[in-house]
């Protein structure tokens, strides 16, 4: 499937690095996720932007700074990380809204492998 | 948000069909009720949704009793390529689209 994709897929960084994971979606959604899922964890809700604007941020730690410029884009900027940040990181799209209601079914991308060294 | 609680882990034999319940005691009038599959160092896989009585599609079944408090994800005839973490979530309904996901249910298909 390719109608959410991420880059990179994987990502080794140091402490001190400053790095972007890119998320797009071509599914015509107007809402984008990015979640984390640590080793033999559920997935965490990290952000939540609906129509371009962020509308939930589930304290989310100030390393982690989340750009959306249109809907079908969504970066998620890293810096100064932490070992423990080291996790499969995912976004995913949504269709929100509509006059019957909405399913809010969640299409996610394939992650980007982050390892902070 | 409604929690959901669904069994650690499942075993099966390859051609079996295979039941995974999810209780929902505190599910919202209009929450919809839905599953994904997810495989290792993957992003979760829609597999099917539905809101009251049962629902099928060209992968699975979904059972919902009346008091929409549980729900069952049927799947038929199981193979090995089915081995994977299912997770069942409640949400979508409302003013808001956060959907939380649980530790979900490890289902292991063994030939």
């Known amino acids: 499937e390719t109608g959410v994709t991420q880059t990179p897929r994987h990502l080794v960084m140091g402490m001190t690095n400053k790095k972007s994971l890119k998320c797009e979606q071509h599914?015509?959604?107007?809402?984008m996720y990015w979640y984390k899922q640590s080793a033999k964890k559920p997935l965490e809700l990290m952000f939540v932007?609906?129509?371009?604007?962020?509308?939930e941020n589930n304290s989310v730690p100030s390393r982690f700074s989340p750009e959306c410029p249109n809907s079908s884009h969504l970066f998620l900027h890293l810096h100064t990380l932490q070992p423990e940040d080291s996790a499969l990181y995912l976004c995913?799209?949504?269709?929100?809204?509509?006059?019957?209601?909405?399913?809010?079914?969640?299409?996610f991308g394939p992650g980007t492998r982050l390892t902070v060294l | 948000l409604a929690k959901t609680t669904q069994p650690i882990s499942m075993d099966s034999y390859e051609g079996q069909e295979v039941n995974i319940t999810c209780s929902h005691n505190?599910?919202?009038?209009?929450?919809?009720i839905t599953w994904y599959q997810q495989f290792p160092s993957q992003g979760p896989r829609f597999i099917i949704q539905?809101?009251?009585t049962k629902v099928t599609n060209e992968v699975a079944s979904l059972f919902i009793p009346a008091d929409r408090k549980s729900s069952t994800l049927s799947l038929p005839r199981v193979s090995l390529s089915d081995t994977a973490v299912y997770y069942c979530?409640?949400?979508?309904?409302?003013?808001?689209?956060?959907?939380?996901f649980g530790t979900g249910t490890l289902l292991a298909v063994q030939p």
């Open positions: 995913a799209s949504s269709q929100v809204g509509g006059t019957s209601g909405h399913t809010d079914t969640q299409y």
């Open positions: 539905g809101y009251k």
């Open positions: 979530l409640v949400g979508g309904g409302g003013a808001t689209n956060k959907l939380i």
């Open positions: 932007y609906n129509f371009k604007e962020q509308t």
């Open positions: 599914l015509g959604h107007n809402a």
């Open positions: 505190n599910i919202a009038t209009n929450d919809y």
